[in-house]
């Protein structure tokens, strides 16, 4: 079976809410919409779509502290390598993670629900209390090289932001020679 590369995106739970006033898409796109992340709709156009939503929210929205994003990154990152994606790079921001990883066309979604599954389980194991993620995730097919490298910039870029990031190279390192000195 072929493997190709995929840019996957998910977000915490309540990151994006239908009447978001930094724009918003509908499942399938089954409604218009105006305006979008880039270009934001009129302000106070979709309020009362926003309360609506806000209201039917189990809990608040979640935003990762630098603290679990390491533990959320890793049990990703972990998991995925298990499952037998080949990850070149993973980020966790505040609400949102994104990787770059090689894996069998059908499984990107698949595997990154087993994963953020995984994640939970571990947070839950630290402390953690109440939900974490958002349905479902995004999983873009990565054309070509230049495709690849530009997502692989685009996730390291995160980093910029304070989210924690993870590259293949971060564990075929060599450990640093110290002289003796401790």
């Given at each position: 079976?072929?493997?190709c590369?995929?840019?996957?995106?998910?977000?915490?739970?309540?990151?994006?809410?239908?009447?978001?006033?930094?724009?918003?898409?509908?499942?399938?796109?089954?409604?218009?919409?105006?305006?979008?992340?880039?270009?934001?709709?009129?302000?106070?156009?979709?309020?009362?779509?926003?309360?609506?939503?806000?209201?039917?929210?189990?809990?608040?929205?979640?935003?990762?502290?630098?603290?679990?994003?390491?533990?959320?990154?890793?049990a990703?990152?972990?998991?995925?390598?298990?499952?037998?994606?080949?990850?070149?790079?993973?980020?966790?921001?505040?609400?949102?993670?994104?990787?770059?990883?090689?894996?069998?066309?059908?499984?990107?979604?698949?595997?990154?629900?087993?994963?953020?599954?995984?994640a939970?389980?571990?947070?839950?194991d630290?402390?953690?209390?109440?939900m974490?993620?958002?349905?479902?995730?995004?999983?873009?097919?990565?054309?070509d090289?230049?495709?690849?490298?530009?997502?692989?910039?685009?996730?390291?870029?995160?980093?910029?932001?304070?989210?924690?990031?993870?590259?293949?190279?971060?564990?075929?390192?060599p450990?640093?020679?110290?002289?003796?000195?401790?």
């Amino acid at each position: 079976m072929d493997q190709c590369w995929f840019h996957v995106t998910t977000h915490t739970y309540g990151a994006w809410l239908y009447g978001d006033p930094r724009g918003f898409r509908t499942r399938h796109h089954r409604e218009h919409v105006e305006g979008d992340y880039k270009n934001p709709p009129p302000t106070g156009m979709y309020d009362e779509e926003l309360e609506r939503s806000k209201a039917s929210m189990k809990q608040g929205p979640v935003i990762l502290s630098p603290k679990w994003r390491a533990i959320i990154g890793t049990a990703l990152k972990d998991k995925l390598l298990l499952l037998g994606a080949q990850v070149l790079r993973l980020s966790v921001n505040g609400q949102h993670v994104h990787y770059l990883a090689k894996m069998p066309p059908a499984v990107p979604r698949s595997w990154t629900g087993i994963s953020k599954k995984h994640a939970w389980f571990e947070a839950r194991d630290r402390g953690w209390t109440g939900m974490l993620w958002a349905k479902r995730s995004k999983a873009l097919l990565v054309k070509d090289r230049k495709h690849q490298l530009n997502v692989f910039g685009y996730i390291g870029d995160h980093a910029l932001e304070g989210a924690w990031l993870w590259t293949f190279t971060d564990e075929q390192r060599p450990p640093v020679a110290t002289g003796g000195l401790e």
